[in-house]
C-alpha cells in the first residue's frame, strides 16, 4: 500500500507585518470557488480566536485550500517556524484502523513532538479535510496524541459529508474544544474568546473507588466483581457531592474489577484503579495515592489530604515485680556495688594480715571480711569491730560508701513500688526493629501490596530494608488481638487505625490499651483525585478541589467524618467489647498508694528461695559428712 504523506506546517500566529505569499498565487491552484471560501472562512476563524497560538496545520494530502490558508495568514504576520514531513507506512495499523480494531490508538502519541510543552500553553490544530480522504485523516488523527492533550482546540475544514465522522473519531474523545467548518456551516464571527463552560451541564461521571474508610466508604449493590456501591458519609463522599452541586455533573461509582488499588502487571499494564483509568473505563477515581510509578500512566490532581502509616502496639505494660529489688539500680552500678564489697573486703583481710604479721594481735579470716563487709552495707549493727587504726580507718569510710549507696537504693525502691516501672513505647520503626532483635518482637500489616510495598521495598534506609523483610500479612481483626496479646505491632494506615481504635478499643472514659506512635511515615506525596489520561475535565475538577483545600474544607471533614462515625458506632454497640484498664495497685479513699502483695513479691520469691537454699545447703553437708565418716 502506498505511504501516506501528510504537510506538516508548525507556527505561531503573531500581530506582526511581514513578507507574504500573493493570494493571487494560491488562487491558481484552487479548484473549486468552495474551497477558497473555506480557507477565507478558516482564516477568519483562526485570526480571531487563535491569535497568539502555536498551530500545526496539516493536510493528508497535498491541497491548495492549505496554501491559500497559509497565505492568509502570512497576510496577518504568521512566522513559520518549521516544516516537517513525516511518513505513516504501518500498513497493519492502517488495516486496523479500517476495522475498527479497539487496540488501533496503541501507537497514539507517535507524533508527541508536535505538542511539546516548549510550544507554548496555547496550542491548536487545523487539519485540512477537503481532499476528503477520511481514511488519511483518521490514520493521522489515531497517531496524532491528541487524546493526551485535551486543552489543544481542534479546527476542521473540509465538506460536510464527513463532519459525522471525524467529529466521532476517537482521536477526539478528550478534546475539550472541536469545531468543523464546511461551506454551509460558516457562522457569523464576533470578537470573543472560545470560553470552556464553567459547569459540566449535568454529565454523568464514572467513578472507581474501593472502600476505604475514612477516606471513602459504601455500600456495595451486588456482591458481583466491579458492582456499582452507594457512597455513604466520608471524607471522598462529601468532597465529590460539593463538586456535583457546584459544576453541576453527576456521577456512579464503582469497584474496581479485581478489587485492587493498583500494581504493575507487566507489559506497561497495570492492576486495580489504575488498570480502570489506563483502560479508561472510568473518568477518575476518589482517591489514591501518589506514587511515582502509577503517575506515568494517569493523571493526579494536586494531594488533598496525607497518607501515613503508624504502629499500633499495646500501651507500655508494668514491668514484673520480681525485679524489683534490683530495678532501682541499673546494672553497671549493681555490678559496681559487688567488685567495692569484695575490694574492700581484700583490702581489710589484706591490711590486717600484714599488721598480725609485723605487730601480731587478732587474726581476720577472708570469709569473716566479706561477711563484714556485706553487713555494713546492709545496715547490720558492726559486730566487734577492729581494735587498731587502721581497721577502724578502713571501716569508718566503707561505713560512710554504704551509706550512701543504701539511701540511694531506698528512695529509688520505694518510688519503683508506688510509681511502677513500664516498658518502653514504640514511636519509630528504630524502636521496633531494636525491640525485635532484643525481644523478639514481630510486626504485621494486612496486606504487602499497593504504596505501603513500594515505599518499604524502594528505600535505601536500612530500617526500613528490615522492617520489610520481617513484615507479616495479618488481617486487621487478627492484628489488633495479636497487639492486645503484646509482643506485636500493626502497621496501618493512621486514619483509619485512629478510627477503628476510638471505635472499638475505646471504653466510656476515654481509656484504651492500644498506643498508636506518634510518629506517622507518609507513603509518598500523600493522596489525590486521579483522573484517565488527557482527561478534558482534568483541570477544571482540580482547580475547585484546590479551593475546598485552600479554605480548609478537607482537614476539617476528615476530623468531622471520623468523629461522628465513631459516636454513632458507639452508641450502637453500647454492649459492645470494651477494653478495660487494669491497674496493679489499689488506691485508698484518701488517695495514697497502699502497697499490696503484687508490689513486694520479690520479697516471699527471695524468702523461698533463701530457705530452699538453706535446705539443699543442709543435705550437700550431711553427705560431705557420710561420705567422708
Not at 457512597?231 to 453527576?250: H, M, Q, V
Not at 501518589?290 to 494531594?303: F, G, H, K, N
Not at 555494713?376 to 561505713?399: F, R, S
Request: glycine share 8%.
Amino acid at each position: 500500500m502506498a505511504a501516506v504523506t501528510p504537510l506538516i506546517f508548525l507556527g505561531t500566529l503573531v500581530t506582526m507585518g511581514g513578507a507574504a505569499v500573493p493570494s493571487s498565487v494560491a488562487k491558481l491552484y484552487l479548484s473549486s470557488v468552495w474551497e477558497e471560501n473555506l480557507a477565507r472562512g478558516t482564516g477568519q476563524v483562526v485570526r480571531r480566536y487563535l491569535e497568539g497560538c502555536y498551530l500545526v496545520l496539516v493536510s493528508p494530502r497535498p491541497s491548495p485550500s492549505l496554501i491559500l490558508l497559509l497565505s492568509i495568514l502570512s497576510d496577518v504576520g504568521m512566522a513559520t517556524l518549521n516544516l516537517e514531513l513525516e511518513t505513516l507506512q504501518d500498513s497493519e495499523l492502517r488495516h486496523k484502523h479500517r476495522n475498527g480494531d479497539k487496540h488501533a490508538t496503541k501507537r497514539e502519541g507517535s507524533w508527541e513532538w508536535l505538542w511539546g510543552v516548549d510550544k507554548g500553553t496555547c496550542r491548536a490544530l487545523l487539519l485540512d479535510h477537503t481532499a476528503g480522504d477520511a481514511e488519511s485523516a483518521g490514520l493521522f488523527l489515531a497517531s496524532s496524541g491528541l487524546p493526551r492533550h485535551p486543552r489543544t482546540q481542534v479546527v476542521v475544514f473540509g465538506d460536510s459529508e464527513y463532519m459525522s465522522s471525524i467529529l466521532n473519531h476517537s482521536a477526539l474523545r478528550n478534546s475539550r474544544q472541536v469545531f468543523y467548518i464546511s461551506p454551509s456551516t460558516l457562522p457569523p464571527l464576533s470578537r470573543t474568546k472560545l470560553e470552556t463552560p464553567l459547569d459540566f451541564m449535568g454529565h454523568k461521571f464514572r467513578i472507581v473507588a474501593k472502600n476505604y474508610f475514612p477516606y471513602f466508604k459504601y455500600d456495595r449493590v451486588t456482591e458481583l466483581p466491579g458492582t456499582l456501591v452507594t457512597p455513604t458519609d466520608s471524607l471522598g463522599t462529601r468532597i465529590t457531592e460539593t463538586l456535583a452541586k457546584k459544576l453541576n455533573f453527576t456521577f456512579e461509582v464503582r469497584e474496581p474489577e479485581d478489587n485492587q488499588w493498583g500494581l504493575p502487571a507487566g507489559g506497561g499494564n497495570w492492576t486495580g484503579i489504575v488498570g480502570e483509568l489506563q483502560y479508561e473505563k472510568a473518568d477518575f477515581c476518589m482517591d489514591l495515592t501518589l506514587t511515582p510509578q502509577r503517575a506515568e500512566v494517569v493523571q493526579y490532581s494536586r494531594v488533598f489530604i496525607d497518607e501515613s502509616v503508624v504502629m499500633l502496639s499495646s500501651k507500655p505494660r508494668p514491668l514484673p515485680e520480681y525485679l524489683s529489688l534490683v530495678r532501682p539500680l541499673e546494672g553497671h552500678v549493681w555490678l559496681g556495688v559487688v567488685v567495692s564489697v569484695m575490694v574492700w573486703s581484700a583490702g581489710l583481710w589484706v591490711l590486717q594480715k600484714l599488721r598480725h604479721w609485723r605487730l601480731e594481735g587478732r587474726h581476720v579470716s577472708f570469709s569473716s571480711s566479706v561477711f563484714y563487709g556485706w553487713g555494713l552495707l546492709l545496715e547490720d549493727i558492726p559486730y566487734d569491730p577492729p581494735a587498731n587504726p587502721t581497721g577502724q580507718v578502713m571501716v569508718m569510710l566503707w561505713l560512710i560508701v554504704c551509706f550512701v549507696l543504701s539511701s540511694a537504693y531506698r528512695s529509688s525502691l520505694i518510688s519503683h513500688l508506688v510509681v511502677q516501672g513500664k516498658s518502653a513505647v514504640i514511636n519509630t520503626f528504630e524502636d521496633l526493629v531494636e525491640r525485635g532483635e532484643r525481644d523478639g518482637w514481630t510486626w504485621g500489616t494486612p496486606r504487602m501490596t499497593g504504596a505501603l510495598k513500594t515505599v518499604l521495598s524502594t528505600s535505601p534506609d536500612e530500617t526500613m530494608q528490615m522492617v520489610y523483610s520481617k513484615m507479616t500479612a495479618v488481617p486487621f481483626d487478627d492484628g489488633i488481638q495479636k497487639v492486645l496479646e503484646g509482643g506485636f505491632s500493626f502497621i496501618y494506615s493512621y486514619y483509619y487505625s485512629r478510627t477503628r481504635v476510638a471505635t472499638d478499643f475505646t471504653d466510656e472514659k476515654g481509656y484504651t490499651p492500644i498506643h498508636i506512635s506518634t510518629t506517622k511515615y507518609p507513603l509518598f506525596a500523600g493522596n489525590a483525585r486521579v483522573f484517565r489520561p488527557g482527561a478534558p475535565f482534568y483541570r477544571r475538577i482540580s482547580m475547585a478541589t484546590q479551593h475546598l483545600i485552600e479554605s480548609g474544607l478537607i482537614t476539617f471533614w476528615m476530623d468531622d467524618v471520623i468523629t461522628l462515625y465513631v459516636r454513632e458506632e458507639r452508641r450502637s454497640n453500647v454492649e459492645g467489647n470494651v477494653a478495660k484498664q487494669h491497674t496493679l495497685f489499689t488506691s485508698g479513699d484518701d488517695g495514697e498508694v497502699v502497697l499490696g502483695l503484687d508490689h513486694l513479691q520479690v520479697t516471699y520469691y527471695m524468702l523461698f528461695i533463701g530457705h530452699v537454699t538453706a535446705f539443699l545447703s543442709f543435705v550437700a553437708e550431711c553427705l560431705s559428712r557420710a561420705t567422708t565418716q
